[in-house]
């Protein structure tokens, strides 16, 4: 069953320089959670800590109802991973890329296979599938490794800065199909961006800015009277 998320009392530092501090919000399942926060708030480490690239003793980060510290293979197998930097091998196929992920989930044979394509009829891939990740636009690659990171049926999504570096378009497309996500299938969604226009009015959004969290609401509640932009740049101090 989807628990969704919680964060309670997580700090972080490298040496000195703090982090994260007391950082403590939740995610309900099916919920789209945009992290939201400019460059170098926080939103990495904190992301590197909810997939144990990172580990701290302080505070406690479960996942689908697994604390993360005690049940780390559980509370893992219950994520899908679309990390900042792309992470396909570029000499494979789409269907290569995803049948490689699959294994290594110990999926095979025609289960993996139905995984597969339903995956890339929901990431409107199908029809790419015999294509190299090389040969690929930035939004097809960003498509193909959500794809990817769905095969093994994860109760919750995490996704750090995903539409860096493309178009309004393409970004808007990526951003629609991951709300869908939450939606249609009551997949919990963690969205790390800097990017305002990223978020609609009923999505949960976390505020963080120097590694702490400034607000934590609906968007429509933190910014009922003016732009969310507007309200995001006021509580950070960041230039319009």
Known sequence: ???GLSVKGVSFAFGRKQAL???SFSVEPGVFCALLGP?????????SLLTRLFTTPDGQITVGGYDLAKHPRAALAQMGVVFQQTTLDLDLTIRQNLRYFAALHGLSGRGATVRIDAALDRLDLADRAGEKAR?????????TEIARALLHGPSILLLDEPTVGLDAATRRAITDHVHSIADQDGIT???????????????QVVILHQGRIL?????????PDAPLEARFLDLTGQPA
Do not use: C, P, Y
Request: aromatic share 4%; net charge neutral; charged share 25%.
């Open 39 to 47: 460059n170098g708030a926080g939103k990495s480490t904190l992301f």
């Open 135 to 143: 040969t690929l636009n930035g939004g097809h690659k960003r498509r």
């Open 215 to 223: 607000r934590d609401g609906q968007a429509n509640e933190i910014a």
């Open 189 to 203: 969604v963690l969205w790390a961006t800097h990017l305002t226009d990223e978020i609609v009015a009923n999505d």
């Open 21 to 23: 501090v007391d950082v």
């Open 1 to 3: 069953m989807n628990k």
